[in-house]
Structure formats: structure tokens, C-alpha cells
């Protein structure tokens, strides 16, 4: 088949959604079928993809935020699927509007819910509405990483879309990149780590990813007594400064290292390095991709009870589920796992057991031909 991604955000730009299409691309064409990935130029770098797959990077005439708008996606043809990974706010609507013009079949990876504060919320508001719910319905399926998602998602309340909509797609893991063998030694000594209980974070910094709820885990972390506790936060964006901000009147900057964007080739290690990784998010996270990476490495995890993640988290089994924005539960469980090197192995144990089970691109790139065939047969 010839198959087109259709994505705003891809490598060199690290967050959920590109690196999902990322992966589902080089999956895809490792099957045999010929892939093209069709994203924005932001940032506005060069970059170095594999040679099985065919990158096209736009420049957006415009961009709010990670909305770049992308008419030369009007032009897209001759595909025998096109897959959409939304919300893709300016490109959901060429896609439309080009199934109209050329009976173009596709297909919509739902990613996450979204939400804007103040003012623009209620103009939001109008276009779940209007656009959204034209895109949605005019697709052939929508895609979520769990049914629990899917069903507790916003399309299901704003456009009305039935159960039998979705298709469960997973997102996967690169399991022999991510294990738990992989030597912290030039890590630990480089941050200084050695002895350390070393927490983790990790998430784009930015207002995009406001939901992420850094700020709960500041907080808590504030409030964790544990001699020798660090916290490491792995990620960038614009509001990085106010997160160090919070930092400082919290009184914990020495002890909360920011190591801003991490390389690639490095992020496995880091994990590695961890006692634990949370992922504190306070609404919108429909899975959490970084989960399965500590999961892979042998890391316990904690996290919010949120649909859709709550599928990765086996409660009190892998890792721990607390409420959002809970600082005293989270400051509990984090104080529990730290001090419990039984139940800290056993839950990193369990987790890279559930990654090598369901988790790996490789099944659920041939999940998603399957649903592909199904759609152009």
C-alpha cells in the first residue's frame, strides 16, 4: 500500500504524537509498504530519518502554538490510506476538505482531548462543534491507545461518535533500546547521582503540555522528606523558566536538576538511572508514552488515574495510580516506593514484563496494516 502520516508535530520535535507516527512509519514500512510522512518544519532544523521512509517537512504559512497551517497538504495523491493524528488543528481541516475534492479515504489517530484557558475556550468550544465533528465523523476510523480512552473521550460527548467507532491502537515501546541492563555509570557521575534516590520526569516544558502537572510534582516533591532525593525533569519549552521559578520559592532547586532536551541516543540511560518515574498529569493525557519507557527499563511508575493511562498502570502490580493534583498521595507513594527496594524491583520487574506482552511497535504495526487492509479491501 501507499500510505501517507499525516502529523503536525515529527522528529526533531520530541512529544507523544510525533514520536507515535514516527514509529508507526518505520513499522509500516518494514511490512513492505511505502510511506510518506507529511509534517510541519518545526523546528526548523535538518534532520536525519531512516532511508525506508520518505519525510516531507512543510513550511507552515503560519503556526499557533504546534498548529502550523499546512495548505500544501491539498495537495497530498494517489494514497491508498491516509492516516491523521489529531487533534492537528489547520492540517485535520486540508484533509477534509481534500477527502471531499478527491474521495480521499482516511483514518484518525485521536490522541488527546483539548482544552484552552480563558478567553479562547469558548471560540474552542465552537469549533469541536463545527470543524472537529466534520472531521471526525467524515473519517473511516478513529484510533485511540485504549477502548478506556476512547469512550471517555470528548468525541464520544461532543460528536456524538458510537463505541464501535473506535479501533484500540497501543502505542509501543522500543524494548531493547529501553532495558534494564543498560549501564548509569557515566550518568550518575555526570549529575552527581551516585548514592542518590533519583526521581523522574519527563515531558515537553511548554504551554502546549501545560496539562503535564510539573507543578504538582514540585510541590510534592517539595514536601518528599528523604535524605538524598533528586529530582531529574527531562524536557524544554517556554515555560521551563517558570517551573525553575517555582522551583526556587519552594526551596528545592538544589535539589531538582533541569537537564532541558535530552539526546536522543541518552534518554534510555536516564531511565535507567531512575528509582522511579511519575507522570503527574492533572487531565488530557490519553496514555503516556513515557510510562511504557520506564516500564521497559525496569522502573516503577506513578500516575494519574486518568482514562487511558490507567490501562498501563496495573495499581499496586507495576506502579501506583493517584488522583490528580493528590500532592499528599503522590508524596506517599513516592516516599514508599523510594524506601521499599522489594516492592521497587518487583513492580520494575512486572512492568518490563507487560512492555515485552503488549507493547512492542513491532505488534502494533501489523495491528494497524490489519486495520488498513480492512479499510481499502
Not at 2 to 28: D, K, W
Not at 169 to 179: E, H, L, M, S, T
Not at 184 to 192: D, E, M, Q
Request: net charge negative; glycine share 10%; charged share 25%.
Amino acid at each position: 500500500m501507499r500510505i501517507a502520516q499525516v502529523s503536525a508535530t515529527f522528529p526533531p520535535y520530541m512529544a507523544g504524537t510525533g514520536n507515535v507516527c514516527y514509529h508507526n512509519a518505520i513499522e509500516l514500512a518494514k511490512l513492505g509498504h511505502d510511506v510518506t510522512v507529511f509534517t510541519s518544519r518545526y523546528p526548523d532544523e535538518d534532520y536525519t530519518y531512516p532511508d525506508s521512509i520518505t519525510v516531507k517537512r512543510y513550511k507552515p504559512w503560519f503556526r499557533i502554538g504546534n498548529a502550523p497551517f499546512l495548505p500544501q497538504l491539498l495537495g497530498l495523491r494517489g494514497f491508498d490510506v491516509i492516516h491523521l493524528h489529531y487533534p492537528f488543528f489547520f492540517g485535520g481541516e486540508m484533509i477534509y476538505l481534500l477527502s471531499k475534492l478527491t474521495k480521499q479515504k482516511y483514518i484518525i489517530s485521536y490522541h488527546n482531548d483539548v482544552t484552552l484557558p480563558g478567553i479562547i475556550d469558548p471560540f474552542l468550544s465552537i469549533y469541536k462543534s463545527t470543524c472537529m465533528r466534520l472531521i471526525v465523523k467524515n473519517s473511516r476510523k478513529v484510533c485511540t491507545s485504549s477502548l478506556d480512552f476512547g469512550i471517555n473521550c470528548e468525541l464520544t460527548s461532543i460528536m456524538g461518535v458510537s463505541n464501535d467507532c473506535f479501533a484500540e491502537i497501543p502505542i509501543g515501546v522500543d524494548a531493547d533500546r529501553f532495558n534494564p541492563s543498560i549501564d548509569t555509570t557515566a550518568i550518575k557521575s555526570r549529575h552527581n547521582l551516585l548514592g542518590k534516590k533519583v526521581i523522574l520526569f519527563v515531558g515537553a516544558l511548554d504551554k502546549a503540555h501545560y496539562f503535564k502537572g510539573l507543578e504538582y510534582l514540585l510541590d510534592s516533591f517539595a514536601g518528599l522528606d528523604i535524605d538524598g532525593a533528586i529530582l531529574l525533569i527531562i524536557g524544554d519549552g517556554d515555560l521551563k523558566g517558570y517551573y525553575q521559578d517555582l522551583s526556587r520559592k519552594l526551596g528545592i532547586l538544589d535539589r531538582v536538576i533541569f537537564l532541558g532536551k535530552v539526546q536522543n541516543e541518552e534518554l534510555p540511560k536516564y531511565y535507567a538511572t531512575a528509582d522511579l518515574l511519575v507522570l503527574p498529569s492533572i487531565k488530557i493525557e490519553s496514555f503516556g508514552l513515557v510510562l511504557l519507557e520506564a516500564m521497559a527499563c525496569g522502573k516503577p511508575i506513578i500516575a494519574s488515574n486518568l482514562p487511558g493511562v490507567r490501562t498501563v498502570v496495573d495499581d499496586g502490580l507495576n506502579g501506583f495510580l493517584i488522583e490528580p493534583k493528590d500532592c499528599c498521595d503522590l508524596i506517599t507513594k513516592m516516599r514508599y516506593l523510594l524506601e521499599e527496594d522489594g516492592v521497587k524491583e518487583s513492580f520494575g520487574e512486572a512492568g518490563r514484563k507487560k512492555v515485552e506482552e503488549k507493547y512492542s511497535w513491532g505488534k502494533i504495526g501489523e495491528e494497524l496494516e490489519r486495520l488498513y487492509f480492512g479499510l481499502v479491501g
